[in-house]
C-alpha cells in the first residue's frame, strides 16, 4: 500500500475551499480522494475521486458508481451506473444531469477517464459530514480507507454578479492569491450548469498567456503573477447567460494546488428600436412617392415664376408718350440781333 499527498486549494463564490487529498493503492488499483472540503453556506463544494483498476479479462467494465455519508446514520447520498448495467441498479452516470428535480447531487465527472467526481450544490450548515466514494464494478469492488470531510461555514454573502449587453464584450473576474512556491501550469474556465468546458490558457517562456483550447471570443487579460485571472467574452450571445467556473491550477511535484472561483453573468438583449419608429417606417413608404410628386411640381411652380419675372424687366410701354409730347412747351427761337 503507498499514498501520495495531493493539495487542492479551491475557492467557490470567492471563499477559499482548502482541500487535503491523497492518492491510496492497493492489488492493482489506485483510488484519489479528498481529505478535506471547505464551503461556504448556499455555495457549491466539488468532491474529487478518481480511480484507476486492473486490465478487465477478456470483458468490458460496467457497475455503479456510489457516494455515501458516514455519520450518525450511515447512507447512500448518490449512484450512477456504467453503460450496459441493469437499469434497476440506478440511473446511468451523465455528466451534469441530476438524478432528479430535488437532487443537489450532480455526476460531473468522465467514466471514459475513470474520474466519478460529483458536485453538491445548495449547501447547508447540516451537510457538513464525511462522504466516501466507492466503485463497484463487475471486476471488483474498490474504496478509500477514508472519506473526504465537508465543512460548511457560514455566507459571506460575496457573490460575484457580471452584468453584459448582448453583442458587446465583458470581463469575467478571477483573483487569487499567488503561490511562490508552486508553478503555475493552467488557467481553465468552465460552465457550471452543464459543467463544460470553456477555455483553457497556458503560460509561454516570453511571459505570454495563449489559448490551448477553446474558442477565439475568449481572451486573457489577467497578470497571474498578481492573482488575477480575469478573461474578456467578446459578442456575447443570450446563450452566454451562465454561471461560470475559474480554475488555476499550480503543480510542484506530486503536490497538486488548484483554486476555484465563481461568477454569474447576466447578459441582457441588445437596445431595440423604438416601437413608434417601427410603425411609421411603412408609412414614410407610403408618402415617400406623394412627397416626390410634391417636390417636382414645386420646382415646376417656382420655375415658371422666375420666367415671367425675367420677362417683365424688357423695356416698358409708355401709353402716354405722344400727350406728354402734345403739351411740352415749345422753345421759341429768335434770331440773333
Not at 53 to 71: E, K, L
Not at 258 to 283: D, G, K, S
Amino acid at each position: 500500500m503507498a499514498m501520495a499527498s495531493v493539495y487542492v486549494r479551491l475557492s467557490t463564490l470567492l471563499l477559499s475551499i482548502p482541500v487535503l487529498g491523497y492518492r491510496y493503492s492497493q492489488n492493482g488499483w489506485t483510488m484519489t480522494v479528498a481529505d478535506v472540503v471547505s464551503a461556504g453556506e448556499g455555495g457549491t463544494a466539488i468532491l474529487p475521486c478518481a480511480f484507476t483498476h486492473p486490465p478487465p479479462p477478456d470483458r468490458s467494465v460496467n457497475g455503479s458508481v456510489m457516494w455515501f455519508t458516514s455519520g450518525p446514520v450511515n447512507g447512500l447520498i448518490f449512484q450512477c451506473t456504467y453503460p450496459g448495467t441493469d437499469p434497476s441498479e440506478g440511473e446511468p452516470c451523465e455528466s451534469g444531469k441530476q438524478q432528479d428535480a430535488g437532487s443537489r447531487f450532480r455526476f460531473v465527472g468522465n467514466l471514459s477517464n475513470n474520474d466519478v467526481s460529483i458536485m453538491m450544490e445548495r449547501l447547508s450548515r447540516a451537510d457538513s459530514n464525511v462522504y466516501r466514494c466507492r466503485v463497484e464494478l463487475n471486476i471488483a469492488k474498490f474504496h478509500t480507507p477514508k472519506g473526504t470531510i465537508v465543512k460548511v461555514r457560514a455566507a459571506s454573502g460575496n457573490d460575484s454578479v457580471v452584468s453584459g449587453t448582448e453583442g458587446a464584450s465583458v470581463t469575467l473576474p478571477c483573483t487569487f492569491i499567488p503561490s511562490n512556491s508552486h508553478t503555475l501550469t493552467t488557467v481553465s474556465w468552465m460552465r457550471k450548469e452543464v459543467y463544460q468546458h470553456v477555455v483553457t490558457f497556458r503560460p509561454q517562456p516570453n511571459g505570454l498567456w495563449t489559448t490551448a483550447n477553446g474558442g477565439n471570443r475568449y481572451e486573457f487579460i489577467g497578470n497571474p503573477k498578481e492573482g488575477d485571472a480575469s478573461v474578456r467574452i467578446k459578442q456575447l450571445s443570450l446563450n452566454d447567460n451562465l454561471t461560470y467556473l475559474c480554475l488555476v491550477k499550480y503543480t510542484h511535484g506530486n503536490h497538486q494546488s488548484l483554486i476555484l472561483n465563481e461568477t454569474r453573468l447576466q447578459v441582457m438583449p441588445a437596445a431595440q428600436p423604438f416601437p413608434v419608429v417601427i410603425l411609421c417606417i411603412p408609412i414614410g413608404l407610403k408618402l415617400l412617392p406623394l412627397l416626390v410628386m410634391w417636390i417636382i411640381l414645386l420646382r415646376d411652380k417656382i420655375r415658371k415664376d422666375q420666367d415671367r419675372h425675367i420677362a417683365g424687366r424688357g423695356e416698358p410701354k409708355c401709353t402716354n408718350c405722344n400727350t406728354n409730347l402734345s403739351h411740352s412747351p415749345r422753345t421759341e427761337s429768335h434770331p440773333a440781333v
